[in-house]
């Protein structure tokens, strides 16, 4: 199958750690992404992993990756205001020279003050 | 260097017209990929185009078409529109080799 699954909302408060889970299913997948999509925007790539990794760290962002499980985090340390958007988990599929890519339906995050 | 631009921006038609949105990847990109983005069916795979060849293609009907000219510049068309087409159509180009792929703002379709 080609689903990538995430949950829909996430609430934190302001200053916390954000944590926003994706699995997938294609376990041949070389790539999994996050991207950031703000209102009236299109979508802003984060970060990505690549298969054989299990960790990546950008500033305040972590990616973790369990392939056993084919289980996907994102991390934002001291979440801010500004990290007020719509989370999209995917993952690249390739076949031979064409590949695509398969979203999750996002996680819409939410801070509080 | 500019960013993925997509015309026009926003587009109101009536079932049955079609319609033809543009994308201009990056420069010196010449991979462009092209996505539906609806509440309820997410984003979805439309297809891709490399070197003026339809390398990949998801799962719409016929009605759904594209093409790349020599400057890799995008365009694709979807013909006899439902109100089921109304949606967000993003493009997104990346660089043979690398694995980043960079969205444009999009063209919103509303099918009225």
């Known amino acids: 199958g080609e689903d990538v699954e995430q949950s829909l909302f996430l609430s934190v408060r302001e200053g916390d750690s954000s944590v926003i889970n994706c699995t997938y299913t294609d376990s041949s997948s070389t790539y999994l992404y996050w991207y950031k999509q703000e209102p009236g925007a299109g979508l802003q790539l984060l970060t990505y992993?690549?298969?054989?990794?299990d960790m990546k760290q950008d500033q305040r962002l972590t990616v973790l990756l369990n392939k056993k499980d084919k289980h996907l985090s994102l991390r934002i340390a001291d979440t801010q205001t500004g990290d007020s958007a719509i989370y999209f988990c995917a993952e690249r599929q390739q076949y031979s020279s064409a590949s695509k890519i398969i979203f999750g339906s996002g996680t819409r995050l939410s801070i509080r003050p | 260097k500019a960013g993925v631009t997509q015309t026009p921006r926003y587009l109101i038609k009536t079932r049955g017209q079609q319609v033809t949105l543009s994308c201009s990847p990056i420069?010196?990109?010449?991979?462009v990929s092209w996505y539906q983005q609806t509440p309820g069916q997410g984003l979805q795979f439309l297809f891709e185009y490399f070197s003026e060849t339809q390398r990949n293609k998801g799962n719409f009907p016929g009605r759904f078409s594209g093409r790349q000219f020599s400057n890799s510049r995008s365009e694709m068309n979807v013909s006899t529109l439902e109100l089921g087409d109304s949606a967000l159509y993003l493009c997104?180009?990346?660089?043979?080799?690398?694995?980043?792929?960079?969205f444009g703002p999009g063209t919103r379709l509303t099918v009225l």
């Open positions: 997104a180009s990346s660089d043979e080799g690398r694995n980043e792929q960079f």
């Open positions: 992993i690549f298969s054989n990794m």
């Open positions: 420069s010196g990109h010449r991979s």
